[in-house]
């Protein structure tokens, strides 16, 4: 798998959660449901309006092998105006912290982010000198501004 390192200091980010369940794979259904969602009731067109380089990002945040579960977030950088989103309900913020990550971009479907998710850490990480460093997993999602839709993506794993 091709990937570039890259470094980038910690920042804010902002955006709608879900809790979801790893039992048998439920996250491969539940987190694509949620995107569905976000982007019916128009939460995504809100947050990609605010955007910074970064793009929309889907971001694991908690996962607890224990409880088998995760927290993600539909997430963008934080905006510097604290009144951007006030028809947005339910929003949480989080913070991303300075990592070192191996960055694996895809200009194909979004819908192969599942894979491309399983060839990461059964063939990839097997292959490298490099371990996950424990912080959050980022998605994230390139908008073509003139049609609104995604046109790439890149996942973001930190590694050590």
Sequence with gaps: MEYTINEKPGFAVVGRQISVSTVGGNQ????????QQVMEDGS???LAKEMSDLGVMGITLDYDEEAESIDYLIAI???????AFQDLPNLVEAA???????????KGPVSRISS???QIYQEWFPAVDFEHAGTPDLEIYNIDHSTGEISSFEIWIPVN
């Design 28 to 35: 491969f259904q539940e987190i694509p449901e949620f995107w």
């Design 77 to 83: 950088e934080k905006p510097a105006k604290n009144d």
């Design 44 to 46: 995504f067109k809100q």
């Design 116 to 118: 491309i998710y399983q």
């Design 96 to 106: 991303i912290p300075a990592s070192t990550w191996a960055v694996f971009t895809e």
